[in-house]
């Protein structure tokens, strides 16, 4: 309370300090204006004004004084928050300021009735135009100061930003964020590799250099973020544009497309941020899913592990082409119910089933099939974390092989005419169990399509990026907490795809498929797992080993340095997309393959301790990690 009472008085004294000032000011205005109107009236010349002039002016001047200050309270001139000073405030200054004129003149005239013309007519309107003149700028002087003053804050404010691309692109984006208002950046420099623009302007922005000067630039414009308005340059192009981005420690962001830039949707809001998917250096796989997608249009489609990545991805790809029904399964309630939730938000006419089902439970599959009749399957209902299943091997033969063995039981039954499942590039000289049992499944479908009036493929390919347990989601969250980044060997390297590019491939294989092929995916080179590490830890604004350590943990049960696409006996041919090619099926007994897996099911329901020894006698290329270590390099 005692607090209140003090500032409230403080307040007081304030606002009397501030009418003081203005009192003080008013009279220094009316003395000021009366001089004035004299130098405008006689030419700026103090010698031709008239001595008597002069002396009228002076008898005058301390009760025009008193008036005009009497007249501006009044007019509420000394009560009003100038800080917020509108129209209506310049109105009672005007108003004021005239009366206060004319009554200097009345007043002049009473001083000297025994004269006829006391002072010049002109002088009384100089003198009131003067006096409006020093009273608006006391009242509005600090509220144009402190918007000066506002607008050098707001420009320092401002994000610094760089764009790169001179292109119409660039033009569209400097464009926007000079005459937006709700965009609270500054475009600083544009940099371009072409020479003819270099030193040019584009809306007041100087074209200062070519790539090789980005880092330069960056540091010395104090730049805090880059926009990359290249839509139209290669992705291999783009990559090195990218490398030496985020050298600079900017935040990234750029336009994804060209498409963009035909359609006249160019602006920031369009722009998005640059992750470690834009750094693979390659072009995204393109599949024209519209004209292939036909397939699914009005069929009952079904799709076994609906609640995980790539399986949630293809049931939003498969619910935009109309199917008949769509039939999501999965044994994980909480990313099903999210997937549902999004499936009936966005496609609210779509015929949608979501089962909580085990692949493992054979009546249940058998159930499902009978009632729903599906005509298309995608299985991608898995066990799919290397680590883990090394430490339970038995629940990942009970999964993979069991559970793939069971729906695709229940669709050859049921006559299913498609069933497409999803391998890993693991699958091929598998060192954990892992792969192995994902082998087991490709050898599986294989055997089953020779024998079945439904067409079996498998679709196989590397590490998803972005995926639930992937390395990216990982870092990210490494990243977060502020390290450190943990990467299992420095040499260690995967090759990747991005969940749109892994989907494309799966529903593609799904649309050219004859049965027993196993599709893979050109996915171009192989990444450093630490590239993509210290290319995450940049593109957050840190520096590797500085503000965010890189340690290396050692591999990890079952994990092997690199992974392959192809066994060297199956061969490949290409298909219409050239990134995408077919496995040769390899020869191999299927009487005994049966065999083994009949024995293989039985056994490890017991859970037994030595799986892996069972498993080696079916997938011969299987070599376990404690066997795979002690290996010759070329035989690796």
């Not at 307040?11 to 003395?31: E, G, H």
């Not at 954990?432 to 024998?451: F, S």
């Amino acid at each position: 309370m005692n607090n209140e009472k003090h500032n409230t008085k403080r307040i007081d004294i304030d606002l009397w300090l501030r009418r003081i000032v203005l009192l003080v000011y008013d009279a220094f205005a009316v003395t000021v204006s009366s001089y004035l109107a004299f130098l405008l009236r006689f030419d700026f010349s103090f010698s031709q004004i008239p001595e008597k002039y002069e002396k009228v002016a002076l008898e005058a001047l301390p009760f025009s004084i008193v008036i005009t200050c009497l007249v501006f309270v009044i007019f509420r001139l000394y009560s009003s928050l100038w800080t917020y000073a509108g129209a209506m405030e310049f109105m009672y200054i005007v108003g004021a300021t005239v009366t206060s004129g004319f009554l200097n003149m009345f007043l002049i005239i009473a001083m000297n009735r025994n004269i006829v013309v006391p002072l010049p007519r002109g002088y009384y309107v100089l003198y009131t135009i003067a006096l409006l003149v020093l009273v608006l700028i006391s009242r509005y002087a600090y509220r144009m100061l402190r918007a000066v003053v506002r607008q050098k804050e707001k420009a320092a404010e401002k994000k610094r930003v760089m764009i790169i691309g001179a292109g119409e692109a660039g033009n569209a984006l400097i464009r926007e964020i000079n005459h937006s208002q709700y965009l609270n950046m500054k475009a600083v420099c544009v940099i371009d590799d072409n020479k003819g623009k270099i030193g040019n302007y584009i809306h007041g922005v100087k074209v200062v250099g070519n790539r090789d000067t980005i880092i330069k630039y960056a540091e010395a414009f104090r730049i805090e973020e880059i926009f990359i308005a290249m839509p139209s340059v290669p992705m291999s192009e783009l990559k090195d544009v990218l490398n030496i981005c985020k050298k600079t420690g900017c935040a990234l962001k750029r336009l994804p497309g060209m498409y963009q830039l035909v359609n006249g949707d160019v602006s920031v809001s369009k722009l998005r941020e640059v992750d470690v998917n834009d750094l693979l250096g390659r072009e995204p796989i393109q599949v024209d899913l519209d004209s292939i997608m036909g397939y699914v249009s009005n069929r009952v489609i079904m799709v076994t592990g609906g609640g995980g990545s790539i399986g949630s991805e293809l049931c939003r790809q498969i619910a935009k082409h109309h199917p008949k029904q769509l039939i999501l399964i999965d044994i994980y309630e909480n990313t099903t119910y999210d997937i549902q939730n999004e499936l009936k938000q966005s496609y609210p006419e779509l015929n949608l089933v979501v089962l909580i089902a085990s692949v493992r439970n054979t009546k249940r599959m058998d159930q499902i099939f009978k009632t729903y009749q599906p005509e298309i399957v995608y299985h991608a209902a898995a066990h799919k974390h290397v680590p883990l299943m090394e430490d339970s091997p038995n629940e990942a033969v009970k999964n993979n092989v069991l559970g793939t063995w069971k729906v695709v039981q229940a669709a050859d039954k049921w006559h299913v005419k498609r069933f497409v499942m999803i391998s890993t590039d693991k699958a091929v000289n598998p060192t954990n169990i892992m792969g192995a049992t994902k082998r087991i499944c490709e050898m599986l479908i294989q055997t089953y399509d020779k024998h079945s009036e439904t067409e079996f493929v498998a679709v196989r390919f590397g590490n998803v990026l972005g995926s639930n347990g992937s390395v990216i989601p990982l870092f990210k969250k490494q990243i977060e907490a502020g390290g450190p980044v943990t990467v299992t060997h420095p040499d260690i390297i995967r090759f990747f795809m991005t969940i749109p590019e892994a989907v494309s491939l799966v529903l593609q294989a799904g649309a050219y498929a004859k049965g027993g092929e196993i599709f893979v995916l050109d996915m171009g080179e192989p990444v450093k797992i630490v590239d993509l590490a210290t290319n995450l830890i940049l593109l957050s604004g840190h520096k590797p080993n500085e503000d965010i350590k890189i340690t290396f943990t050692g591999l990890r049960p079952g994990e092997k340095l690199y992974e392959e696409t192809l066994m060297k006996e199956e061969g490949m041919r290409e298909t219409a997309n050239q990134l995408i090619h077919i496995g040769k099926p390899i020869e191999m007994d299927e009487e005994k393959f049966m065999r083994q897996l009949e024995e293989l099911r039985d056994y490890v329901i017991e859970e037994p301790d030595d799986i892996r020894e069972m498993v080696k006698s079916i997938v011969t290329t299987y070599v376990p990690q404690a066997l795979y270590e002690n290996l010759p390099e070329e035989a690796r």
